[in-house]
């Protein structure tokens, strides 16, 4: 049966943090997992699954009226940059000010 590791120290292709699941551990990666006991791997859970800010908040909003207006835009953007491709008023529309 394959044990699972924590890794510890991320290598090509694995990130910091993520559960690995080896049948044998090579000599090289002891350094850089650790081995979770059966308990651990049963009960691991994100601390924060719906986690999200403000900020990306307001990004997803953004994206998703462009995406119902047929706008293209990059990814990467930043909520600034996408609210500038909206049409005059949406952004409005989207985040109305209390007057």
């Known amino acids: ?14 990130a910091k943090g993520d559960v690995v699941q080896l049948e044998t551990l090579h000599p090289s990666l002891k350094p850089h997992v650790r081995k979770l006991s059966d308990k651990a791997a049963a009960e691991l859970v994100p601390a924060t699954p719906s986690a999200t800010s403000d900020k990306q908040a307001r990004k997803d909003a953004i994206t ?30 989207l985040f109305p000010t209390a007057e």
């Open 64 to 93: 998703k009226r462009l995406d119902e207006l047929g706008i293209e835009y990059k990814g990467n953007l930043g909520a600034d940059k996408l609210a500038e491709l909206l049409p005059d008023g949406e952004l409005e529309k």
């Open 1 to 14: 049966m394959a044990d699972k590791y924590e890794v510890i120290k991320p290598w090509h292709g694995v």
